[in-house]
């Protein structure tokens, strides 16, 4: 089945006329999407906890910022952009209450609607409109009329317009301007999951501390070590970014290039091939999620040994001396 893609001129912003959008969350992108929408010409309330630094912003940005019930009850098409763990329970005791017929749900992300820790009515729609950056890009390239690519998801169409509204939304924020790609909530859910685990977050973090690792029991001074396994990362995650694999390896040197080529593939074995199978069925079939869910049930006990562990890690000792010599980082 080929994409689907949406633009500019498959969004009418006019279906958002008269209605009242409620952002729930001033973090990065319920801030970035809140201005956005706002220079669009929407209507836009803002819900935030008084006393967080996020509301601070919040004010210091213009807003007259709302309790989430009263942003809910005010307004047609609510927004959650809170962390994944507490949507659910900020959605029942505050949301859910306020919601009638003719509603929308706005997420951004589908892990609560997917795994079923929001249950919306049936006389709402839900759908997602997922921005393919961070906060603070998607401000950006609004304010520079290019738009950052996004997704839409339509889980329930009880208007018959969901599609018509979300994007909508989409063009609010510029998201048509680059290109909004059709998906659903299972999809993008899960494929954002799994790649957070075994590359993004969890493979790449591992892989860092494994070759440090083997330089410093080899002998190798761990400046050094922390200089070739990490600090340079960057140099090539850059070039993967802007001009793909293929574009990296143009970009580096032939001897890099070869041993990329020649060598990758001893790190990525077809056993890690099939521990990343297994990861993703543990996406798909909701024991990750139930597990994250336990996890914030009984005070991440888990969660927090281990960070406490893993910040004791001669990597962290080590990189946090050698920043320190790098002033420019302090503006990142």
Known sequence: MPTKMYYDEDADISYLDG???????????????????RDSGCNVLVAELEGTPNYERAVADGWDVL??????????????????HVQAKVY??????????????????????????????????????APKGPGALVREC????????????????ATGNAMQLALAYAKAIKGTK????????????????FGEQ?????????????????????????EIAYFECLHELKLIMDLIYKKGISGMRSGVSDTATYGDITRGKRIITDETRAEMRKMLAEVQDGSFAKEWSLENQTGRPVY????????????????EKLRAMMPWLEDD
């Open 304 to 319: 927090n040994a281990v960070m406490r562990q893993e910040s004791q890690h001669l990597i962290e000792e080590v990189g």
């Open 178 to 193: 680059a290109g909004v790609i059709e998906t659903t909530f299972a999809e993008e859910t899960e494929t954002d999951l």
């Open 19 to 37: 209605k009242t959008i409620a952002i729930v969350g001033y973090g990065i992108q319920g801030g970035a999407q809140a201005l956005c929408l």
């Open 92 to 129: 029942q005791d505050t949301i859910a209450p306020n919601l009638v017929a003719g509603n929308a749900l706005v997420f951004s992300h589908g892990f609560n609607i997917h795994y079923g820790q929001i249950v919306p009515p049936h006389d709402v729609d839900v759908f997602m409109i």
């Open 198 to 222: 075994a590359v993004l977050c969890g493979g790449v973090s591992e892989l860092i501390k494994a070759g440090f690792d083997t330089l410093v029991e080899a002998g190798y001074q761990p």
């Open 142 to 157: 609004y304010l520079t009329d290019i738009g950052v690519p996004s997704l839409v998801a339509i889980f329930q169409d």
């Open 67 to 84: 309790t989430t019930e009263e942003a809910a009850s005010r307004a047609d098409i609510v927004q959650i952009l809170t962390q994944d």
